[in-house]
């Protein structure tokens, strides 16, 4: 009887798991670049749910170079679509994520959060001084461009994660590089908090009977060129 049990729960469980590694897939066919949003508001806690996606993101070593922008003024969203190519998801969003990175890597940027990482980890103060040294040492010489290219990679990673979640959430958002950074970044005062604009992520819902690519297939690569295998 015991040994029936435990192979039922086993066997749930496999299933729970597969179902749920289905369901991503299931979201991600689900979910499309959408061009008509309808202006209805998202659930906080679907928002929440997306933020905390993009805030779990690993990041190189750690640092977290980059801050998640969240707009939901209706002037400023007004302002940001004339610099955003007047993309009209951007006032018929419920909410606009603005992925910004740091401009450069500094000394003190790099120290705080090992400051954060000791005194979280209830480490001594210093535990963790030679890797930060070693990180510092080899950021700071780099050109502020170059790391620039850097911390705008791992913006990245927290821009592709708030997609999956917004999709999983049954959420619509729109990946956006089509805006004028520099006049951007200007407009928020960005250059004064040390960050560039990286990438925007209209959050909303789907305005499916005025979206001209709601209904039409979603195209891949075919996989026989994509994935490359070394067997
Ligand atoms: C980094 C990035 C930038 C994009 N910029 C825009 C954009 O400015 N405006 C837009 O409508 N779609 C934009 N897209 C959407 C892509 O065109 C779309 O993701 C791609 O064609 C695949 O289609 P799908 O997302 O519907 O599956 C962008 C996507 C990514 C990932």
């Not at 202006?39 to 990041?59: N, W």
Request: aromatic share 12%.
């Amino acid at each position: 009887m015991l040994q029936t049990c435990l192979y039922l729960f086993e066997h749930l469980f496999f299933f729970q798991l597969l179902s749920d590694y289905m369901q991503l897939l299931e979201s991600l066919k689900w979910r499309y670049a959408t061009k008509k949003m309808n202006g209805q508001r998202v659930p906080q806690e679907k928002i929440d749910y997306i933020l905390e996606a993009a805030y779990l993101a690993p990041t190189s070593s750690g640092t977290q170079p980059y801050r998640v922008i969240v707009v939901t003024n209706r002037e400023l969203l007004e302002k940001i679509k004339v610099v955003a190519n007047n993309q009209p998801q951007i006032t018929d969003c419920s909410h606009l994520l603005i992925f910004a990175a740091w401009d450069n890597y500094t000394a003190e940027r790099i120290s705080h959060i090992f400051q954060i990482t000791e005194q979280e980890r209830g480490v001594p103060t210093g535990t963790m001084e030679n890797y930060k040294n070693m990180l510092i040492g080899a950021y700071t010489s780099r050109s502020a461009e170059e790391n620039f290219a850097h911390t705008a990679r791992q913006a990245y990673i927290g821009f592709g994660l708030a997609i999956a979640a917004a999709a999983e959430q049954q959420v619509d958002a729109t990946p956006m590089e089509g805006f004028d950074n520099a006049a951007l970044d200007q407009l928020l005062g960005l250059p004064e908090k040390g960050l560039k604009s990286v990438t925007l992520l209209p959050i909303g819902y789907r305005d499916a009977e005025n979206d001209w690519l709601v209904n039409l297939k979603k195209v891949r690569t075919p996989k026989e060129e994509f994935f490359i295998h070394y067997d």
